[in-house]
């Protein structure tokens, strides 16, 4: 068993503490095979026969695209999925396995440490599985993890816009959670014009419900949350899925 050195609450999923390569929690339908032709980016390839993939579940942080072309290049490859509707670009977002291996190329990249969970997954056996991956890594130190800087503070909001338009992990206390017509803001200072918040649209509010969590309790609590980086006066990350937070609690 991993032991973190902070525990960790995945508010919708509850975090695993251990991560097998073996591990079948994102194992999906079957939505096709291939051989890989091309990597594009450092989520993206080309199979032979012309389709695009995108990788599911997960977002990188570094540019470039070597560390997915050391695992895919040129390899034949199954692709899982609950859906092989592509996105509006025409990718088709699927975890993705080499023939023959139960480990995701997901799976492989967390691990690593060359990837981040993107909390968007919302089956919970999945969703675990990837927050364990990552989880090791950070304990590790391995890949991006080596760097303190990663997860960005919430006091410090020139860190995070540093960020603007790109995906971030900020971590933090929340000083207040107030409601401004349809968007609840749970604010991590007190100058909402240069100040961090996380935005939760009222819609979201039978989501977090359904988790069990009222978000005045997030008050004077120290969570950390992952999103896409925007400026609204001050640096904002809007939740779109109750996984983009976590609550932090000192042994």
């Known amino acids: 068993m991993i032991k973190l050195p902070r525990v960790v609450v995945m508010i ?3 975090l695993a503490t251990t991560y097998s390569a073996n591990a079948a929690g994102c194992s999906f339908e079957s939505q096709g095979e291939g051989r890989v032709d091309s990597v594009t980016d450092n989520r993206t390839f080309r199979l032979e026969d012309g389709r695009e993939v995108r990788l599911a579940g997960i977002q990188t942080v570094a540019t470039g695209n070597a560390a997915l072309a050391a695992l895919l290049a040129g390899r034949d490859v199954t692709l899982q999925g609950e859906t092989d509707a592509p996105d509006r670009w025409g990718r088709q977002p699927a975890f993705v396995f080499i023939a023959g291996s139960a480990a995701s190329i997901q799976g492989q990249l967390l691990t690593k440490g060359e990837a981040l969970v993107s909390a968007d997954i919302a089956d919970k ?3 675990g599985e ?3 991956a990552e989880a090791a890594a950070r304990q590790a130190k391995r890949g991006t993890w080596a760097d303190s ?3 960005k503070n919430a006091e ?3 860190d995070i816009l540093a960020r603007m338009g790109q995906f971030a992990v900020v971590e933090g206390k929340v000083l207040s959670v107030r409601q401004a017509g349809a968007t ?3 604010n991590f200072g007190r100058r909402w014009t240069r100040d961090f918040a996380v935005t939760i649209s009222r819609r979201m509010m039978a989501s977090f419900e359904a988790a069990g969590i009222n978000l005045k309790s997030l008050e004077n609590r120290n969570i950390r949350v992952r999103g896409w980086v925007e400026q609204r006066g001050g640096p ?3 939740l779109l899925h109750v996984g983009q937070i976590e609550m932090i609690g000192e042994h």
């Open 184 to 186: 609840f803001y749970a």
């Open 125 to 127: 056996g999945c969703a």
């Open 236 to 238: 904002r990350i809007e």
């Open 156 to 158: 410090r909001p020139g």
């Open 149 to 151: 800087t990663v997860i």
């Open 12 to 14: 919708c999923v509850g």
């Open 130 to 132: 990837l927050a364990a």
